[in-house]
């Protein structure tokens, strides 16, 4: 059975708290502050779920909001 994220694999990884998988996506140019629709961005998706070392990291590569 198939299921659906919506969502960047960056969004995905910051609203899960993978440090790691975010630092990988960002040094292979994922786009920071790509729209998440009704989901929100990567950086509202790790705020969301209090994730702050994620948010540390998205805000040092350029993400806002």
């Keep these: 059975m198939l299921r659906y994220f919506p969502g960047t694999a960056l969004q995905r990884a910051s609203e899960n ?25 990567a950086l509202e998706r790790a705020l969301r779920s209090r994730h702050s070392h994620v948010e540390q990291l998205l805000r040092s590569d350029g993400a806002s909001g």
């Design 17 to 41: 708290g993978r440090v790691r998988v975010v630092k990988i996506l960002l040094e292979a140019g994922a786009r920071v502050n790509a729209p998440g629709g009704r989901c929100g961005s």
